[in-house]
């Protein structure tokens, strides 16, 4: 890399590493920097809308952006996939085996999917009814297969044990697919099911109060700590390992006609096999300030840092101003601000039409953004699900924009 100015590696161009990229570019006045960005993909995805496609609400290529038009100006792409990180030699490896040096690290790429942790999954994904939204490759599968269930069919969603991206994904897709077939009118004759490793329907008890009603209205039947282990796609049946309560230890087989998957997920191997680990594998970082624990040089955030909050886009959001403030501080010899609260939204869309807004913090804690209970399920909030967010992240998040309304820290959980 040529320049005289400190060199920033950013490892991963997804959310987290676009925002990063661009916000770097517009505060790095007084600061040279030379910049570049490490991701192989050619393709960008807005994420969060792989279960409005899945539900046939948003059309899969409005998902996608190439990568080359999302890179800021005079930051360096070097499109490889990263092997290695050697952080006492402040080196990464790069998959066409040479090496790049770095004088600050961001380490942000994202998870895994790990089929082959299911039997059966990768051979029957996309086939006999089996789908899943986590996976660009076949998430209109799920419209096409929830459109094919008839009178009387089963439909089974799952969820992986934690953690994983978007946690709500799982269920939202189960109360869409559920609205679906009641205004088609055969949800009474059909049998849903919402299968989670989890022992509760949501992390926060305020909003899994709500759900676990949401999922009554539409006759769900959610088996908590029931993990899917495999998949026969000719059978058409899903057999789970129970993890816990009476029956633990014992398996369920379900047949079906509609089978959801969540993938376990997990960094990238390059990563989980790193100095920059943790036993987990993720990037071990502080929870507040999103620098590395043993490399003062190297931040992390997104989905493969260790903070322990809900892995969203909007976590990223509030994650990335506090990674581009703390880098830019402890360039120019300043302290570092632990800023981020574990802030994380996960608009849980229960029908068309409607979302229930779950914004929290570490903890638990429930933090609106706006002055409206966050119990209900509301219009404004699809809106903002549909048409709003994904504008925002486009034109404004991967633009290196930073300012956002506040979340309300001080809510009051009502008795």
């Keep these: 890399m040529a320049g005289e100015g400190k060199h920033v590696v950013i490892v991963g161009g997804g959310s987290a590493g676009i925002t990063v990229a661009a916000s770097l570019v517009r505060r790095a ?11 192989p993909s050619e393709n960008h995805y807005y994420q969060p809308a792989f279960t409005l496609v899945g539900a046939g609400a948003y059309k899969f290529d409005s998902t996608r952006r190439p990568e080359a038009k999302l890179i800021p100006r005079g930051v360096e792409w070097i499109r490889e996939k990263s092997t290695g990180f050697d952080p006492a030699q402040n080196r990464i490896s790069l998959s ?9 690290l961001v380490v942000c790429p994202g998870l895994e999917l790990n089929w082959e942790k299911i039997a059966g999954a990768k051979e029957t994904l996309g086939q006999n009814g089996v789908c899943s939204n986590y996976d660009p490759a076949y998430t209109a599968d799920t419209w096409s297969c929830l459109q094919n269930l008839g009178s009387g069919a089963t439909a089974v969603f799952t969820q992986a044990p934690l953690p994983f991206k978007c946690p709500g994904a799982p269920q939202k897709i189960a109360y869409l697919a559920a609205d679906y077939l009641r205004k088609k009118g055969i949800l009474k004759s059909c049998k849903l099911y919402f299968l989670t490793d989890a022992p509760a329907i949501f992390s926060v008890p305020f909003f899994a109060k709500e759900l676990v009603k949401v999922a009554a209205r539409y006759q769900i039947n959610v088996l908590y700590q029931h993990n899917l282990v495999a998949v026969d796609g000719g059978a058409r049946t899903a057999t789970f390992d129970i993890v816990g309560g009476e029956k633990q230890g014992q398996k369920l087989s379900l047949k079906f006609d509609l089978l959801h998957m969540t993938p376990p997920q997990s960094p990238p191997a390059a990563v989980k096999s790193s100095p920059l680990a943790n036993a987990a594998g993720f ?3 502080n929870q507040n300030t999103m620098q590395h624990v043993r490399f003062p040089n190297v931040f992390s955030l997104g989905d493969a840092s260790s903070t322990p909050n809900s892995k969203t886009a909007a976590a990223v959001r509030k994650q990335a101003p506090v990674v581009v403030r703390n880098l830019l501080t ?50 404004v909030n699809w809106w903002i699900k549909v048409t709003g967010l994904p504008f925002f992240y486009w034109h404004y998040m991967l633009k290196g924009h930073e300012w956002f309304f506040p979340h309300n820290t001080k809510f009051v959980e009502p008795a």
């Design 29 to 39: 006045a007084g600061t040279k920097l030379d910049i570049t960005l490490v991701e």
């Design 283 to 285: 990037v071990e970082v």
């Design 330 to 379: 402890l360039i120019r010899g300043g302290q570092l601000d632990p800023g981020y609260d574990g802030y994380a939204s996960c608009p849980l869309t229960t029908a068309y039409g409607k979302v229930l807004m779950a914004e929290f913090i570490y903890g638990g804690k429930v933090t609106p953004t706006f002055p409206l209970d966050p119990s209900k399920e509301r219009w």
């Design 96 to 104: 066409s085996g040479s090496t790049l040096a770095y004088d600050y």
